[in-house]
T-cell receptor, first 115, second 112 residues
Framework: QKEVEQDPGPLSVPEGAIVSLNCTYS??????FMWYRQYSRKGPELLMY????GNKEDGRFTAQVDKSSKYISLFIRDSQPSDSATYLC???????????????FGQGTILTVHP | DTEVTQTPKHLVMGMTNKKSLKCEQH?????MYWYKQKAKKPPELMFV???????INESVPSRFSPECPNSSLLNLHLHALQPEDSALYLC???????????FGPGTRLLVL
């Protein structure tokens, strides 16, 4: 079982739709949660970062963390064609251990928003 | 400014060549990372430097040799690579090991 599971999609939605992207993780030592967006042939770009359960909002993006269920989500409101990209969840363990600082990625979800 | 720069953008090399990838950041970050990314896969961690010392080596073959000359620079020296090493090589940096990582645009490497 992978430490972080993410449905690779692909996901195709019409412009203006609400998009929901999800990851689950298995290790309760994971404490810091990020979402990255990666356009084709580019480096990952940080979208959201959180370390506590609950919601964090930034413009059209909302990150949600449920540590009790080991479940994280990213919601995109009013999706635009420019949101078409691969979305990667990424998680960092807490302090201690040989993997301290190691970022564990989900497989990435390919999203297409069509006009 | 959250910019990590990488040079070159593209690199083509033969299996007997020696080349280097360069990464630079001026954000005062003390942790720097090398990742390898194959098509349609997430980035895979190769090396982590913290305060210019190697803290994680993910069992990477010795034909990849990292170097951190100072707190702003990170190099990856390449020698005798194989065609399966062709990939996007990403550099990232963070303030500390548990902090947000910022990625550069990557170097697209092709080994012939």
């Amino acid at each position: 079982q992978k430490e972080v599971e993410q449905d690779p999609g692909p996901l195709s939605v019409p412009e203006g739709a609400i998009v929901s992207l999800n990851c689950t993780y298995s290790n309760s030592a994971f404490q810091y949660f990020m979402w990255y967006r990666q356009y084709s042939r580019k480096g990952p770009e940080l979208l959201m970062y959180t370390y506590s359960s609950g919601n964090k909002e930034d413009g059209r993006f909302t990150a949600q963390v449920d540590k009790s269920s080991k479940y994280i989500s990213l919601f995109i409101r009013d999706s635009q064609p420019s949101d078409s990209a691969t979305y990667l969840c990424a998680i960092i363990r807490g302090a201690g251990g040989t993997s301290y600082g190691k970022l564990t990625f989900g497989q990435g979800t390919i999203l297409t928003v069509h006009p | 400014d959250t910019e990590v720069t990488q040079t070159p953008k593209h690199l083509v090399m033969g299996m007997t060549n020696k080349k280097s990838l360069k990464c630079e950041q001026h954000m005062g970050h003390r942790a720097m990372y090398w990742y390898k990314q194959k098509a349609k896969k997430p980035p895979e961690l190769m090396f982590v430097y913290s305060y210019e010392k190697l803290s994680i080596n993910e069992s990477v073959p010795s034909r990849f040799s990292p170097e951190c000359p100072n707190s702003s620079l990170l190099n990856l020296h390449l020698h005798a690579l194989q065609p399966e090493d062709s990939a996007l090589y990403l550099c990232a940096s963070s303030l500390g090991l548990q902090e947000t990582q910022y990625f550069g645009p990557g170097t697209r490497l092709l080994v012939l």
